[in-house]
């Protein structure tokens, strides 16, 4: 049901260097189905290892996340189970180069999903003729741009059929002629409802896109609101320098 | 100059025409492959198991402390055995490794050859378990991430994701450690196996004539090597260009 609490995160924290560098300090915050969560803020704000700590990734060092209401960091929780629900897209897309598009779209499903082998292939191609990419299903991802590789990270993700798709800035390894192919797909999931959290640089697509943008610096939220709120009337001088700076 | 070919011939007929004794080359030859060749896949298969321990074991490490119990004592044992193994095997000479192999460990045994597969299987393990992990480190952390992010366990994401990957990073450095073993085993003599090494030392011991039947064993390790490495340059030539 949308509307209803996907992900809630509780007084999150994460340090390195024996709580010298505090990556994540004390974010909390909760993610409805549906919505599509843009988290911005300057380099080195936490903002990856907050997305990170999502899927567990990255091991917080205090705090809770409860995915569909269970608590995943429990020691009894299975933590594979839940990442099938979650996709993940990172900045330098990570197709796995031995394999095939389609191969590299058909492994999970059919290893871990235990589809068969034409159902998931068949479920991939329907995928990949979305991002318009059918007739590179045999390809390995060498042969590809940057735009493709990413778009079809994007699908493999998709075909573990996710409740929720998180993405740590998937357009900075582009060329800035890519962005716009890869921002395409996104904003069109967006639109049909997924549930997205979305690290990014891209301004334009936060305020077109987003259906709340989270403000984060030296590791905590420090604002969060709907676009027209975060951008339009920033209250802290840290964002409002932050948005001199970016747009 | 007629007189030193006729020289030559007659060194040759004595050395490997006479009683057939070209007949302990190719046996020593064939003895030498078939140690090689089933040593390394002894050592292949230890390779694997070793490096997938010794990097699951560093991978979560901090994992197995935060859960603890059974699978963290378990695996810091394995992790353990792999360390003692290792050191053991890379801070002896293989000779004397070889020698206690066929005198202590196996002494019952008269099985030459077998003894030396075996014992020359675990000391190559030891070197490609490193060359193993060496390859492993050297796959993209992203790769990893990836893999774990669909869903897939540790093992899981090594098997299908990282190991494949690994095999290609490695394979020119596998197939050198092919060419090392096949040096290696000319001490299998040490313990009564005929391998080429000591093929020729017999010819010279019937014949006593060194200079032929050594050189003539010196000429086959040469020649394979260089087949070998010729195929080794090819090989790497080949993945380099598949690469992009
Ligand atoms: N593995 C690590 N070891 C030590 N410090 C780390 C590690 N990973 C991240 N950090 C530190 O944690 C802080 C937050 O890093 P994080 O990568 O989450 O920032 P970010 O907001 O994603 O930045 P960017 O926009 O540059 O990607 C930084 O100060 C970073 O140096
Ligand atoms: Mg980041």
Known sequence: MNGETLLKVDNLKKYYADGAVKALDDVSSEIKRGEAVVVVGPSGSGKSTFLRCLNLLEMPTEGHIYFNGVDIMDKE???????????????????????????????????????????AEANAMKLLARVGLEDRANEYPSKLSGGQKQRVAIVRALCMNPEVMLFDEPTSALDPEM???????????????????????????????????????????MEQGSPAEVFGNPRSERLKSFLAKVL | MKEWLN??????????????????IVEGLKNTIIITFFALLIGVAIGVVISL????????????????????????????????????????PVVVQLLIMYFVVFATSRNGL???????????????????????????????????????????????????????VVLPTLCNEFIVLLKETSVAGYVG????????????????????????????????????????????????????
């Open chain 1, 77 to 119: 929780a299975d933590i594979n189970i839940h990442r099938q629900k979650m996709g993940m897209v990172f900045q330098h897309f990570n197709l796995f180069p031995h394999m095939t598009v389609l191969n590299n779209m058909t492994l999970g499903p059919i290893k871990l999903l235990k589809m068969s082998k034409e159902e």
């Open chain 1, 179 to 221: 962005v716009g192919e890869v921002l395409d797909v996104m904003k069109e999931l967006a639109r049909e409802g997924m549930t997205m959290v979305v690290v990014t640089h891209e301004m334009g697509f936060a305020k077109e896109v987003a259906s709340r943008v989270v403000f984060m610096d030296r590791g905590k939220i």
């Open chain 2, 7 to 24: 020289e030559l011939a007659a060194e040759f007929k004595l050395n490997f025409i006479d009683d057939d004794r070209w007949e302990l």
């Open chain 2, 53 to 92: 321990i010794r990097s699951t074991y560093d991978n979560n490490k901090e994992d197995y402390k935060r859960k603890g119990g059974v699978g963290y004592v378990i695996m810091s044992i394995l992790n353990g055995i792999c360390n003692i193994y290792l050191t053991i095997i890379r801070g002896t």
């Open chain 2, 114 to 168: 077998m003894v030396a597969i075996i014992c020359f299987g675990i000391n190559s393990g030891a070197y490609v378990a490193e060359i193993f992990r060496s390859g492993i480190m050297s796959i993209d952390k992203g790769q990893f991430e990836a893999g774990r992010s669909l869903g897939f366990n540790y093992i899981q994401t090594m098997i299908y994701i990282i190991i494949p990957q690994m095999f290609k």
């Open chain 2, 193 to 244: 196996i005929r391998d080429l090494t000591k093929a020729g030392d017999l010819i010279r011991g019937r014949t006593f004539s060194a200079f032929m039947p050594l050189i003539a064993v010196a000429l086959i390790y040469l020649v394979i090597v260089m087949i070998l490495t010729w195929l080794l340059r090819r090989l790497e030539r080949r993945l380099r260009k598949s690469e992009r």
